[in-house]
């Protein structure tokens, strides 16, 4: 299994701090100067501060030591509080090098503060972020390599140090659908993190997986390709001999069948030969050949 480094077996009570006007210099200022310090402007009064105190709390919790968090009261704290110029709460400041570098005010939604926080952790540009980078890449070798099982292995690890990592989720995902376990691929994606819910790498992995599910009842190829000959006009099995290829992975031949289905009719079954083409592309990388071709050829038909 691989190591990612050491930062993530910090405790979370080092990671997360109430700090103030005597601690603030050292738990916020000189603290930023090594790892991100993410600042929570609160009051006891303040209701929207109750809710986004804990929200911020998991997010750099879930961060393993890449960002820590420091809680400011601003009635404890006034003189803080008036040299950052708070004027309401909540507001959020992230430090770095010793600087204010980002931040928001009032009440966000989860996958707001996600994204704030990852952000944030990302800034220090080294480290776990590297590591974990590279480990994607090894990971999606693995993948391509027929090693299914390592990478899912791999891809796990990764989310084990950042859970809103779109890439070791989307690449999880298609580890579990090439070992054939659709259910679980189908679980992962469901229970993805607000903040990478409409990832890019999600959408390739959900792709994936509708293709998948088609396969499981695909008939035979050479069944549907005698049905197609023997009539064009049987759009049904034209769509069935793209699916059945798609499974047997001619996934550019089963593209040809579903253009060739488009255009003898654009509408048929609701514009169901336009649905499954975006879906081979959206499974596919976006430079894949087959996909540039693809788009090129039924864009043509479109504006024809």
Not at 94 to 109: E, S
Not at 128 to 147: I, R, S
Not at 164 to 174: I, T, Y
């Amino acid at each position: 299994m691989l190591e990612f480094g050491q930062q993530s077996q910090q405790p979370a009570a080092d990671v997360i701090k109430d700090v103030d006007e005597a601690t603030f210099m050292i738990d916020v200022v000189e603290a930023s100067m090594e790892v991100p310090v993410i600042v929570d402007f609160w009051a006891t009064w303040c209701g929207p501060c109750k809710t986004l105190g804990p929200q911020l709390e998991a997010a750099v919790t879930a961060k393993k030591g890449r960002v820590r968090m420091a809680k400011v009261d601003v009635d404890r704290n006034q003189q803080v509080a008036a040299q950052l110029r708070i004027q309401s709460i909540p507001t959020v400041y992230a430090f770095w090098k010793g600087q204010p570098v980002d931040g928001f005010q009032g009440a966000v939604p989860q996958s707001e503060i996600d994204a704030f926080v990852t952000r944030v952790a990302d800034l220090a540009g080294e480290g776990e972020g590297d590591g974990l980078a590279e480990a994607v890449t090894a990971a999606e070798e693995m993948l391509e390599a027929g090693a299914a099982v390592d990478a899912a292995q791999t891809f796990a690890a990764i989310l084990g140090e950042d859970n809103a990592n779109a890439a070791a989720c989307g690449g999880l995902a298609r580890a579990h659908i090439a070992l054939g376990e659709l259910d679980h691929a189908e679980g992962i994606l469901n229970t993805a993190p607000d903040a990478i819910i409409d990832a890019p790498e999600l959408e390739a992995a959900r792709a994936q997986l509708a293709l998948a599910r088609q396969a499981q009842d695909a008939g035979p190829v050479a069944d549907l390709r005698a049905a197609v000959e023997a009539n064009p006009d049987d759009h049904q099995a034209r769509y069935d001999l793209a699916a059945a290829l798609q499974a047997n992975g001619e996934t550019e031949a089963a593209v040809d069948e579903l253009l060739e289905l488009f255009r003898r009719d654009r509408e048929w079954n609701d514009g169901a030969a336009r649905a499954q083409l975006f879906t081979i592309f959206d499974a596919l990388k976006p430079q894949d050949p087959i996909v540039l071709k693809g788009r090129r050829r039924l864009s043509s038909m479109i504006f024809a």
